[in-house]
């Protein structure tokens, strides 16, 4: 999940066709790279988006170049990501449907408590990838409203720095 943070939207609040204008381009920039990583596009929310990918690798690829693409927008987006089962509703050919369920939830929450530019990312997906190429700092012990529990969370060390 990828939400582009309010500093932008203040900045061009007066000038909704500016506004208009960087967003699409934020949107061509996430959807290459959603395709580029063999992601599915199953959802917008405004100037959010949630794909869904068959590695957590690919997520967390996709993820840290989306961060740098917007980048040069002058945008720096907020990304979370989860793994976890999800119903898929309204799939049809040429369509994949939306998801649901509680992992569309938490990978929502997590994105929501990155900070801009940051890909944040939850236990299960670092346990997941352990031993891969990517690195974590620990974020800390965090309550995930509507999620049982307390979430430790990873944030993503700067892959385009090594």
Known sequence: ?????????????KCDDRWRDLLDNHDT?????IQRFGGQEVNTAGDGFVATFNSPS???????????AVRVLGIEVRVGIHAGEVEVRGARKGHHGDVAGMA???????SALAEPGEVLV?????????????????RGDHDLKGVPGRWRLYALVNEHSR
């Open 1 to 13: 999940m990828s939400q582009v943070p309010p500093t932008p939207r203040t900045r061009y609040a």
């Open 29 to 33: 920039l996430v959807r290459h790279e």
């Open 58 to 68: 690919a997520a967390i690829a996709c993820a840290a170049d989306v961060v740098g």
């Open 104 to 110: 569309v939830h938490i990978g929502a929450r997590v």
């Open 122 to 138: 939850s236990s299960t997906v670092r346990d997941i990838v352990t031993g891969s190429k990517h690195s974590f700092a620990e």
